[in-house]
C-alpha cells in the first residue's frame, strides 16, 4: 500500500509544504475545513475539522508524518487555548495510532522577552498570553508518546505570505510607493524567515529519524533591519525607496486599552522594539541545509506579488 503525507492547513506554510512534498513525487493529502488548497496532480484536498477526531482515521489512514499547520481562528490567546491545544492533542493521538511522525511550524513566542541572540537552547519559559500558549503546545508535545519534531521560524516572508509584517503590510506598499510604516524600530535588526526554507526544513526531519523528538530552527538569514528589508523589496522591484516611517510600540499598548485585538497585536511588540534576532546555525547544522539569501528570497517574494497583482488586475 503506498503511503502518504498529510498536511493540517493549507495557509502559506501547510501550502508551501503540500507543494514542495507534491513537487518531489510524494502523495499528499491535505486536510482542512473548507477543503481549500494548492491544486496539483499529487494533493489531495480533503474537507475535514482535524479538531474532531472521529474525522482523522480515514484521514490519516497509510500516513508517515502528518504536518500540522493549522491556524487558530483568530489571533487571541483566549482563541488559541481554547483552540489549539485540543487540536494539537487529537492529532497527536490520531498520528500515533497510525505510526507517524508529527511535525510542527513552530513561532518564537515561548522564548518570551529575550535581551540576546535566540539559539536553540534559549529557555523557552514564557507563560502569559499567547507566548504562554506556545509554551503549553510544547509541553503537551514532549509529553506524547508519539514522536514530534517542532521547527521554530521568526517572522514569515516569502511566496503565499499575506498576514505577516512582510507580507501585505508591506511589499504592495513598496510597490505602490506609499510610506511603509512599520512596527517599533526600523532600525533594530529583526529576523525574517523565508516560508520555503521552513517547509524544506520540515520535510526533511520528518524523514529523519534520528531528528525526531527535537526542537529546531528553520535555516534563517541573517537578520536586517525592517528599513533594510524595505530598501530590498525597492530594489528587487526596481522601484524608488519610500519613506520609512514608525509606529511606536508604546503607541500600539496605549490603543490596546480600547481594543483587545490591538492588545494582542501589542504583546509581541518587543521583538520590533530592540534587537530580535534567532541564530539558526546548530539546526542547518543538524538538518544539512542553508538558507535561502535574503536578496534572492526577496526578489522570488517580489515576483509572486507582481504576479498576484497583475491576475487581479
Known amino acids: 500500500m503506498s503511503t502518504v503525507h498529510v498536511v493540517t492547513g493549507a495557509g502559506p506554510v501547510g ?14 493529502r491535505l486536510l482542512t475545513r473548507s477543503g481549500s488548497g494548492p491544486v496539483h496532480p499529487l494533493v489531495e484536498r480533503h474537507r475535514v475539522d482535524v479538531s474532531r477526531p472521529e474525522e482523522l482515521g480515514d484521514a ?16 487571541d490567546a483566549r482563541v488559541w487555548r481554547a483552540e489549539l491545544l485540543r487540536a494539537e492533542r ?48 510544547l509541553a503537551q508535545r514532549d509529553a506524547s508518546p508519539t514522536p514530534t519534531v517542532s521547527v521554530a521560524a521568526s517572522d514569515f516572508y ?8 512582510a507580507g501585505e503590510r508591506m511589499v504592495p506598499t513598496v510597490l505602490a510607493g506609499r510610506t511603509m510604516r512599520v512596527l517599533g524600530s526600523p532600525d533594530q535588526p529583526h529576523s525574517f524567515t ?44 526596481g522601484v524608488r525607496t519610500p519613506r520609512v516611517a514608525s509606529v511606536p510600540v508604546p503607541v500600539l499598548g496605549a ?29 542547518e547544522r543538524r538538518l544539512g541545509l542553508a538558507p535561502t539569501p535574503l536578496a534572492e528570497g526577496v526578489a522570488r517574494t517580489v515576483a509572486w506579488w507582481r504576479e498576484e497583482q497583475h491576475a487581479a488586475a
Open 15 to 28: 501550502s508551501t509544504v503540500a507543494l514542495q512534498l507534491a513537487d518531489a513525487g510524494q502523495r499528499v
Open 60 to 75: 490519516f489512514a497509510g500516513a508517515v508524518a502528518v504536518h500540522h499547520c493549522i491556524h487558530g481562528s483568530a489571533y
Open 90 to 137: 487529537v492529532v497527536l493521538e490520531a498520528a500515533g495510532r497510525v505510526g507517524a511522525v508529527v511535525v510542527f511550524p513552530e513561532s518564537l513566542y515561548a522564548y518570551g522577552p529575550v535581551t540576546e541572540v535566540i539559539t536553540e537552547v534559549t529557555p523557552r519559559t514564557a507563560r502569559t498570553g499567547k507566548l504562554g500558549v506556545r509554551t503549553e503546545l
Open 158 to 165: 516569502g511566496p503565499l505570505v499575506r498576514n505577516a509584517h
Open 194 to 237: 523565508y516560508v520555503p526554507d521552513l517547509a524544506a526544513a520540515m520535510i526533511t526531519a520528518a524523514a529523519r529519524e534520528d531528528l525526531w523528538d527535537s526542537f529546531l530552527h528553520a535555516p534563517t538569514a541573517p537578520a536586517p533591519t525592517q528599513r533594510r528589508l524595505v530598501e530590498m523589496v525597492a530594489e528587487a522591484a
Open 255 to 283: 490603543a490596546g486599552l480600547l481594543s483587545r485585538r490591538v492588545r494582542e497585536m501589542a504583546e509581541t511588540g518587543y521583538m520590533f522594539a530592540r534587537p530580535f534576532v534567532m541564530d539558526s546555525t546548530a539546526s
